[in-house]
């Protein structure tokens, strides 16, 4: 555990992408861009005279639901450009071999990558807390809310962040890489919708147990789900199931961690006994 | 200390390596020199464990390849030909990566680092970034984080490729030290009189095949005791040809009736031929001019190895 701690390529990776300037430039413009939407939103509904001057709970939980989704896309699309490069990268700037000949075992490298690349991710979601706190000054939010999110979406930056390694690991090229990452998470947003409503239009009004995985497992749905609580009876009537969905989500995106780094552990080096 | 048994690795029908069969004792430097795609770099990407056999093993310190390349890891310090270096870091930092890769404690690495810095001649560049150092001190660094673990073996591929002659000359230099620390070490170059200088045996590959090897030794002193002379004269060479003859350590004395000129092979020391020469221009026999044919290190090494196969 303690040469986990100490990983070599985490530390490393972290000192380069906060030795520039650009990282925190990036956080800037981000916060920039949160702290307007929210200024804006605020001042938009307190203009209406019926309001009196204040967020109701209801405008309020509407802020939090927007921010939500800003953050889930942000999750989404920035974490395949963060990890999809990461071995790759060090493969086209020939700097991989010498790292693959140190007695670092392959775990450890994968995990360093993974761990510094959604580093940056993270800094950004935590630096946004405070502009998520707004919507406390008015109710409608609990801070468990908050917190429960705040880990679905440290749970899914992980997950495809782990995906993203893994193609980084087994493609040569880092674009290619990209766009196997992209297209997963284009896969897991509307495939998996798509299938969803598939299955459930073949089983109408039936048990479809393929209808309820494909619904779970994708990320708009969860979000949904916690959301507006009451969604779940919309599940349970398309699939007949009400199975709770974050817990199919949790072990669903646990599970394709779990795999993605295993896949990546084994073939970032090559099987030497192999003999092709 | 490396040992190649019946090394083979192809790619579909093209052999990149066929049979080698190699060993290389401990604190002995071994030279590589074949043409690019020969195989060198191959051989030593198996060595390195970053390349599977297609059949054959091979083995470090007697730790194989195949089934225990961690071991081998740790037992060698690698040096590719080609190679990138993380832009943003400081030289120091750069080591200092490398050095907690390898499980180095930090306490004792800036020590150590200091101590390898100086060994490449990087000292004063100790807190530059990687990007700005030069080619030259590129492949310097890339040796002392090749050296940082200590490793018993080095595998440098080309490691003096790509630089002007006053950093070759360097690199020449910190290969002399390694060699004094004991090291075994596996080096390639295409160029072979600077693999002579620093190796104690050479072994030549093409297309795949070890053609030979010998001790450098060997060729060293087949160049000293064959120097060709040529002696260019005004007048008829007869007179010329007989005063040579009559010398010592000359021999296969040809004389040129046409052009005026005696070429003869001279096996005497350096200051046999001062000796030699001085006494033949005292005397009167109109010469013109001498001059020693350079010696081709290549065709030595050719001569002696020919016929192939070792």
Same mark, same amino acid.
């Given at each position: ?137 008015? *109710?409608?939010?609990? &801070?468990?809310? #908050?917190?429960?999110?705040? +880990? !679905?979406?440290? /749970? =899914?930056?992980? $997950? ?79 699939? *007949?199931?009400?199975? &709770?969905?974050? #817990?199919?989500?949790?072990? +669903? !995106?646990?599970? /394709? =961690?779990?795999? $993605? ?16 | ?310």
């Amino acid at each position: 555990m303690k040469t986990d701690l100490s990983n070599p390529v985490l530390m490393k990776e972290i000192k380069l992408r906060f030795r520039s300037p650009k990282s925190f430039v990036g956080i800037l413009f981000y916060l920039a861009a949160m702290s307007l939407f929210v200024i804006g939103f605020m001042y938009i509904m307190t203009q209406d005279s019926s309001s009196g001057g204040y967020l109701d709970p209801g405008q309020s939980y509407m802020l939090f639901t927007l921010l939500t989704y800003i953050q889930l896309v942000l999750v989404l699309f920035i974490t395949p450009g963060l990890t999809a490069g990461s071995i790759s990268s060090e493969r086209e700037k020939q700097t991989l071999n010498m790292l693959l000949t140190t007695s670092q075992s392959s775990f450890q490298i994968i995990i360093g990558k993974l761990l510094s690349s959604i580093a940056f991710l993270i800094l950004m979601l935590v630096s946004s807390l405070p502009l998520y706190s707004v919507v406390f000054l008015y *109710g409608g939010v609990s &801070p468990k809310q #908050l917190l429960l999110f705040m +880990f !679905y979406f440290l /749970l =899914t930056t992980i $997950a495809i962040g782990s995906l993203g390694v893994m193609f980084s690991t087994l493609i040569q090229k880092t674009i290619i890489s990209m766009i196997a990452t992209y297209g997963s998470v284009l896969s897991l947003l509307a495939v998996t919708g798509f299938l969803s409503i598939f299955f459930a239009s073949l089983n109408q009004g039936g048990v479809s147990p393929a209808a309820y995985l494909f619904a779970a497992i994708n990320p708009a749905v969860l979000t949904a789900s916690l959301l507006a609580p009451d969604s779940g009876d919309f599940l349970h009537g398309m699939t *007949g199931l009400r199975w &709770p969905v974050w #817990l199919t989500y949790l072990l +669903f !995106y646990l599970a /394709l =961690t779990a795999a $993605a780094v295993f896949v990546s552990v084994k073939s970032l080096r090559v099987n030497m006994a192999r003999g092709k | 200390m490396i040992e190649t048994r019946n090394l083979t690795k192809s790619y579909g029908t093209f052999q990149a390596l066929q049979d080698l069969n190699l060993e290389i004792g401990e604190g002995s430097v071994f030279g590589f020199v074949g043409a690019n795609g020969a195989g060198k770099s191959t051989t030593f990407s198996i060595l390195a464990t970053l390349l599977p056999p297609t059949s054959g093993d091979a083995f470090v310190g007697g730790h194989s390849v195949r089934t225990s390349p961690a071991e081998v890891r740790k037992l060698i310090g690698y040096m590719p030909d080609f190679f990138g270096v993380y832009d943003q870091l400081k030289t120091e930092e750069y080591l200092d990566f490398y050095a907690a890769s390898y499980g180095i404690p930090a306490g004792s690495r800036k020590v150590l680092i200091g101590q390898l810095l100086d060994l490449v001649n990087l000292a004063e560049k100790r807190d530059a970034y990687v990007d700005s150092l030069s080619r030259g001190m590129k492949q310097r660094l890339c040796l002392a984080r090749s050296l940082i673990h200590d490793p018993k073996v080095l595998i440098l591929d080309e490691p003096a490729s790509g630089l002007d002659p006053r950093a070759r000359v360097e690199m020449r230099e910190i290969m002399k030290r390694l060699k004094e620390m004991d090291k075994t070490i596996l080096i390639s170059s295409h160029i072979l009189p600077e693999l002579a200088e620093m190796c104690d045996e050479i072994g030549v590959i093409d297309r795949g095949r070890l053609l030979a090897r010998q001790p450098v030794r060997d060729i060293h002193s087949m160049m000293k005791g064959d120097r060709v002379i040529t002696v260019k004269l005004n007048g008829p060479p007869a007179a010329a040809a007989s005063f040579f003859e009559e010398r010592p350590f000359v021999s296969a004395l040809r004389r040129d009736d046409e052009t005026g000129e005696v070429t003869f092979s001279f096996s005497g020391s350096q200051s046999d031929q001062e000796e030699l020469l001085a006494a033949a221009a005292a005397s009167p026999l109109g010469i013109r001019s001498f001059s020693e044919e350079e010696t081709d290190l290549e065709d030595v090494f050719l001569s002696l190895t020919k016929g192939g196969g070792v």
